[in-house]
């Protein structure tokens, strides 16, 4: 069985200069940081858990708490966390929930019954008694791919994306656009701010008749916002959906409706998730790092586990505009 002392052997340092990187510590120079991971990775040195356990006192148990819905986006994310955390050594219990009120009182008392190093958060809780519960019990905490005042997060300027979004389609010549997100959560409405941001911009008037709010982001309540969307009879010929798979569902609904994308009607969406790329036509999207997001969220996570950072601003990662076939110029 690979040791400790076998990685240290192998990378030419210190047992305790291999440890310090297995457990976050800082103060190790990058190149060697990644002449260990490289070595661990070849090997495929596993820490064992029950020892590390009994030995700095920690049951290496990470919650997470993701919506009941837990849509594409999040699962993709989630196999990025995983894999990350796995290589330091935690497993994972999932708290689900839905938005509401006694939904967060009862998954605040299953995490009260859990023994847990920390916490990430993919769904925004509302209820205050869970962050005061995690400040008094001193549980770390990561909130990934959105924003809560006081918690380390994680995340793109989901304004700045909207407005980029909004305004690859101005700039194809689409001056009526519709918007069909949730503003259920921050980042929802934060993406709608860009949405109006890019209008305002352009001195263009804002038309809230062109917008329909969903309760959740998913396939189905896309299906359901088109729906409305083409009830009210407006005239547009763009459409900015909040995510992907609200985009996905409208594209749909579009298609059954004897409308074509994008000739009739351009879509654009946000995230980038993989069936993006496969759907027919291809979506153009915003993209989040994925990759990047799950990385940073079980490393900062497990350098608040092991101490060696401080909860401080907010990690603020790059989106990219990935344009595909959804999106054409505006016939006169």
């Known amino acids: 069985m690979i040791s400790i002392k076998d990685i240290a052997r192998q990378a030419g340092m210190s047992p305790a200069t291999v440890s310090r990187v297995i457990n976050g510590k800082s103060h190790v120079h990058p190149e060697k940081r990644d002449q260990i991971l490289k070595i661990i990775e070849e090997t495929g040195y596993v820490p064992n858990k029950a020892a590390r356990s009994m030995v700095l006192q920690r049951s290496f148990t990470v919650g997470i708490v993701v919506n009941e819905t837990f849509n594409m986006f999040q ?24 938005c509401d009120g006694v939904s967060e009182e009862d998954c605040l008392a299953r995490l009260k019954s859990e023994a847990l190093d920390g916490i990430i958060m993919l ?39 909207a407005f980029d979004a909004v305004s690859h389609l101005i700039g194809l010549g689409h001056r009526k656009i519709g918007m069909l997100y949730s503003g259920g959560d921050s980042f929802g ?17 804002r038309n809230t008749h062109l917008v329909v709010q969903v309760p959740y982001y998913s396939i189905e309540f896309g299906v359901y916002g088109m729906r409305e969307f083409l009830l009210q009879e407006q005239d547009f010929s763009a459409l900015f959906a909040a995510t992907d798979e609200l985009a996905i569902g409208a594209m749909r609904v579009l298609r059954d409706e004897g409308l074509r994308v994008p000739e009739d009607i351009s879509v654009i969406g946000f995230d980038d998730i993989e069936i993006a790329d496969y759907f027919i036509p291809r979506l153009t999207t915003v993209r989040q790092p994925l990759d990047e997001l799950g990385e940073q969220t079980a490393l900062n996570l497990h350098k608040l586990i092991s101490g060696s950072r401080r909860p401080g601003r907010d990690l603020i990662l790059p989106h990219k505009l990935i344009i595909r076939e959804s999106t054409a110029r505006k016939i006169p």
């Open 123 to 161: 769904h925004e809780m509302k209820d205050p008694q869970f962050y005061a519960y995690t400040m008094n019990m001193g549980i770390p905490l990561v909130a990934s791919t959105f924003s809560i005042q006081g918690v380390l997060s994680i995340h793109v300027n989901e304004e700045q994306a």
């Open 189 to 205: 409405r934060q993406r709608a701010a860009g949405f109006y941001l890019a209008h305002e911009a352009l001195g263009l008037s």
């Open 75 to 98: 699962r993709q994310l989630f196999s990025f966390i995983e894999r990350r955390l796995e290589f330091f050594g935690y497993h994972t219990i999932f708290f689900f929930v839905q």
